[in-house]
């Protein structure tokens, strides 16, 4: 039940950031400076008589510039529109916008960022964990199959990257490259290097379980059968790791996502032009944000639904096993921490 809920889960997201130009209620650019820090829109269906009316918002009037305090105008009603212009839902008076989560610093929708942003955010992480499963599958993969110094030779080499402090080492080589580059450059950048952290934790695993595999009788019988390496490798021994794989993805995803926020957190990431959960935290970077908006936490509360649900999926139980081999038995991993002030180095598996 809970792998499903977190399944659930997971696909809404996904089809929620994919859906985003009609989702959101603004462009994630759009600035409106009358708007700075605007509290979230009250959607009605009262008016202030007491009578029913279709959805509608009142308008917001500034009452405090210094204490940024908004009161709402109910002297007059703004109708929503619905599925107009490419939109879901949006205000009928660009003077009366609609902010379902508030507005920044700049008076962007936040809801519309956030939409936009979980695209840059998870797309990022899913190319970084597909990046981190490929080379770990490989390496693992190698390292299981032959034995001796090249397994020797690749698993000190997982080891010592696995040692390092995960979350510095990618700081280190993300500011040792050029700092202003193109969005999808900076994207293509900040994929490898965080597969690159990434892939220690899948191989290590894996060799295992394809060194456990390659002792079995069907593997044995396959090599006394003609089966050369490659068609041991990736037809009988690697596809016994997929369960570990499976919970290696949802262990990586929110750590990379974690990753990306505190890349852009301290001004190494995606330039606030580009939404992204990660850009949008620094509106809450100070204590007086956090105590008079709370609702530029909402990015924080994204990655934390993300991160949960991967929890549920990967604590539910493990992932089937492939019917014809009994691989990944017992397997257990622990997760990285990305955070901000360091990672933890340790992910293995263990077999009966």
């Not at 944000?289 to 991967?310: H, Q, S, Y």
Request: charged share 15%; proline share 6%; with cysteine.
């Amino acid at each position: 039940m809970m792998r499903r809920i977190g399944l659930a889960t997971l696909v809404l997201i996904a089809a929620v950031a994919l859906s985003a130009p009609m989702l959101a209620p603004h462009d994630a650019s759009v600035e409106l400076r009358d708007f700075l820090f605007a509290p979230p829109t009250q959607i009605r269906m009262i008016d202030a008589a007491g009578g029913w009316q279709l959805p509608f918002i009142y308008r917001l009037k500034l009452v405090s510039r210094l204490e940024q305090r908004y009161e709402e105008d109910t002297s007059t009603r703004v109708p929503l529109e619905w599925l107009a212009n490419g939109r879901l839902v949006q205000s009928s008076d660009e003077t009366a916008p609609l902010f379902i989560f508030g507005a920044d610093s700049f008076g962007r929708d936040i809801f519309s960022r956030l939409l936009y942003g979980a695209r840059t955010s998870l797309g990022l992480a899913l190319a970084a964990t597909a990046g981190a499963l490929a080379i770990g599958l490989l390496i693992g993969g190698l390292s299981g199959v032959s034995g001796g110094l090249v397994d020797e030779a690749l698993m000190r080499t997982a080891e010592f990257v696995l040692v390092l402090p995960a979350i510095y080492v990618v700081l280190a080589l993300r500011a040792a490259l050029p700092l202003v580059v193109p969005p999808a450059t900076l994207f293509v950048m900040m994929t490898a290097i965080l597969a690159l952290v990434g892939w220690p934790h899948v191989a290590r695993g894996v060799r295992g379980i394809v060194a456990a595999e390659a002792r079995r009788e069907y593997a044995v019988a396959a090599t006394s059968l003609g089966a050369s390496r490659t068609r041991l490798l990736f037809r009988h021994l690697l596809p016994a790791s997929f369960g570990f794989v499976a919970v290696q993805t949802t262990l990586l995803v929110p750590a990379f996502i974690l990753a990306e926020a505190t890349l852009s957190y301290v001004a190494l990431g995606f330039p606030d032009q580009v939404p992204s959960w990660g850009t949008m935290l620094r509106e809450a970077a100070s204590v007086a944000t956090l105590v008079d908006f709370p609702w530029a936490l909402a990015p924080a509360a994204a990655i934390v639904v993300v991160a949960l649900a991967c929890n549920l999926v990967l604590q539910a139980g493990p992932p089937t096993r492939a019917p014809h081999t009994a691989a990944a038995r017992g397997t257990r991993t622990r997760q990285p921490r990305w955070g901000a002030v360091g990672a933890d180095s340790a992910s293995g598996s263990t077999l009966r």
